[in-house]
């Protein structure tokens, strides 16, 4: 549990207002006392903040270590994955969506080490769920498809 202690002129705190309350409506706030100050001439209000950290919490500075996916996967598999990350891009872009939304990097991954990718495989992958199956592996699959075909044509 932390605290946090907040200091509000009576007269002209408007910008001091807008902190307590950005900052309220940012943590989850478990208590807040009030009181009436006097010191000299100054009177203001003073707000005692009592919340909790959220134990999910990344401390500042620190960043997820990102994956490697060219070492993980072999030279068939990344080239798969790297196809279907131009088709999840132009996916995201035609729903003006983060790529994130319609696959992450993990299950693209997962997608590239199938021996056939359809819409039955692509639902069998861990975290691909039924909606985003219906919504995004018709579109994938033709995606590929495309691409494979653009390839075909420029190879020949």
């Not at 359809?118 to 199956?133: H, Y």
């Amino acid at each position: 549990m932390q605290y946090k202690v907040f200091t509000i002129p009576i007269v002209g705190g408007d910008e001091e207002t807008e902190k307590l309350n950005k900052f309220l409506r940012a943590n989850k706030t478990v208590k807040v006392d009030k009181e009436l100050a006097v010191s000299g001439d100054m009177t203001y209000w003073t707000f005692c903040v009592q919340y909790l950290i959220p134990p999910m919490t990344t401390p500042v500075g620190e960043r997820k270590e990102k994956i490697d996916y060219k070492s993980m996967l072999d030279e068939n598999q990344f080239r798969v994955f790297s196809l279907l990350r131009k088709c999840r891009k132009a996916i995201a872009d035609e729903d003006a969506i983060p790529a994130f939304a319609v696959f992450v990097d993990a299950e693209l991954a997962e997608m590239s080490k199938l021996d056939e990718i359809n819409e039955k495989t692509i639902a069998s992958i861990e975290g691909v769920g039924k909606q985003r199956t219906d919504k995004y592996a018709r579109r994938m699959i033709e995606k590929m498809y495309e691409a494979n075909r653009e390839s075909d044509i420029k190879n020949s």
